[in-house]
Nanobody
Framework: QVQLVESGGGLVQPGGTLRLSCAASGSIFSFNNMDWYRQGPGKERELVAAIDDLGRAKFYADSVKGRFTASRDDAKNVGYLQMNSLKAEDTAVYYC????????????????WGRGTQVTVSS
């Protein structure tokens, strides 16, 4: 069963930058849409950013507009979340999600999640 794997999280000071990556655990052909969610301490999971199969932005949360950018490299089947000007309130576990992953010709897996990567913004 294909899964997504996030990487790039860590501890960063306020104002710093991180770039998260999201890749499939096995060989795949392509992702459809790709979303990034986060869940902060004591908070519900929230949608942060979403891009479509062509990399066009579909959604950014107001709290991250102008600071975060989602993108994808379809040659590598990897998604990215570039996070700039990080704030303490960005501290959360970040998850990537795709509504549909093509694993082989004509074979799809739906609603695929990663296990998350911790981002901590603190001085």
């Amino acid at each position: 069963q294909v899964q997504l794997v996030e990487s790039g999280g860590g501890l960063v000071q306020p104002g710093g930058t991180l770039r998260l990556s999201c890749a499939a655990s096995g060989s795949i052909f392509s992702f459809n849409n790709m979303d990034w969610y986060r869940q902060g301490p004591g908070k519900e999971r929230e949608l942060v950013a979403a891009i479509d199969d062509l990399g066009r932005a579909k959604f950014y949360a107001d709290s991250v507009k102008g600071r975060f950018t989602a993108s994808r490299d379809d040659a590598k089947n990897v998604g990215y979340l570039q996070m700039n000007s990080l704030k303490a309130e960005d501290t959360a576990v970040y998850y990537c999600h795709s509504d549909r992953v093509m694993t082989t010709w004509s074979n799809y897996v739906y609603d695929v999640w990663g296990r998350g990567t911790q981002v901590t913004v603190s001085s």
